[in-house]
């Protein structure tokens, strides 16, 4: 079974301008949750999607938004970058989702670098 | 307040065996999971605790005490590939989301 994947690897950009990644979950999950990845700080959490409605949102501002699709694919969009955007962005699929109790398998993450 | 801590570096030998601490605060616990995570990759699922007690698994065991909100990771016959970071979460019951340690780098050396 393919894991999760993540495009782009790799991404700059400068301030000011909107960025969309994508997370294709493994087959079968239906859950996506995004994550944030900086060094020294753990995995802030930024959403989770099940079954294409946004269940969890952690705290992030409004810049930071997703959608999740039918087939369980999700996009995650950052508007108006900040230097301190610049991280790994992770996503992770589980079957239920965290409110199931299902473990989350990540994705290699996106490196996002904001000049 | 929800509150994850673990050590920020610790040096093992090879072939020797580490402890990987953890504590947490949460206001309601529903599982506690171990990933570890190598430079440049993505993080992959170790174990998962929700009951007191040890896990084992091959040469990696977790354990758990929610009494005292503690945890631990053990790595027997250390090998170089163990070198990466290990990250602890804690699931809260309030919304069921895990809420992240900023994780242990462990070093192996020769």
């Known amino acids: 079974k393919a894991g999760v994947t993540q495009t782009p690897r790799y991404l700059i950009k400068t301030r000011g301008q909107q960025v969309t990644l994508s997370c294709s979950p493994i087959s079968g999950h239906r859950s996506v949750s995004w994550y944030q990845q900086t060094p020294g700080q753990g995995l802030q959490f930024l959403f989770e999607?099940?079954?294409?409605?946004?269940?969890n949102k952690g705290n992030f501002p409004g810049r930071f938004s997703g959608r999740q699709f039918s087939n369980s694919r999700s996009e995650m969009n950052v508007s108006t970058l900040e230097l301190g955007d610049s991280a790994l962005y992770l996503c992770a699929s589980s079957f239920e989702g965290t409110s199931g109790g299902s473990t989350q398998y990540f994705g290699p993450g996106t490196r996002l670098t904001v000049l | 307040g929800q509150n994850i801590d673990q050590p920020t570096e610790m040096t093992a030998t090879e072939g020797a065996i580490v402890q990987i601490n953890c504590t947490y605060q949460t206001s309601g616990f529903n599982g506690l999971f171990w990933y570890q995570q190598h430079a440049g990759e993505a993080p992959t699922f170790l174990s998962y605790n929700v009951l007191d007690g040890l896990e084992e698994k091959g040469r990696f065991s977790s354990f758990l005490s929610r009494s005292k909100g503690y945890s631990y990771l053990l790595l027997k016959e250390l090998q170089m590939k163990d070198s990466a970071s290990y990250l602890c979460a804690v699931r809260d019951k309030s919304n069921y989301q895990l809420i992240w340690g900023a994780g242990t780098k462990l070093i192996i050396k020769p």
């Open positions: 999607y099940f079954s294409e409605t946004q269940r």
